[in-house]
């Protein structure tokens, strides 16, 4: 199942984002391939502002719970989590078909 989430930085946390920075990325290295993308929202002057991710879970209790050690979440950083379900068709221009890192079998995306 896929997830896509907005999360919206909030006030004046750019500082704290920077410093949290490194433990989220190590965060999202553990996910490997249940990422199917991921990157920072920008405003219109190109600072940022939040992050936007489409990942893949399982289920929502999944998704919910790696959101909960979320180091975004934990310290603060993100202020408003949007998530929508969502069904990934194409990738880059390509369906690919992708396994699971969760190991829950072979899908289409």
């Not at 500082?15 to 490194?22: A, L, Q």
């Not at 936007?52 to 999944?62: G, I, N, S, T």
């Not at 969502?86 to 899908?107: C, H, I, Q, T, W």
Request: proline share 4%.
């Amino acid at each position: 199942m896929q997830f896509l989430i907005k999360a919206y930085d909030g006030a004046g946390k750019l500082d704290k984002r920077m410093e949290v920075r490194p433990r989220h990325l190590e965060g999202m290295k553990t996910l490997g391939k249940q990422i199917i993308c991921a990157g920072g929202l920008l405003n219109d002057k190109g600072e940022m502002k939040g992050s936007a991710l489409v990942l893949d879970f399982p289920d929502r209790a999944a998704l919910d719970e790696y959101l909960s050690n979320e180091p975004y979440v934990t310290e603060g950083v993100w202020e408003k989590v949007e998530v929508e379900i969502m069904n990934v068709v194409l990738v880059r221009g390509d369906a690919p078909s992708l396994r699971s890192a969760a190991g829950y079998g072979e899908k289409v995306l």
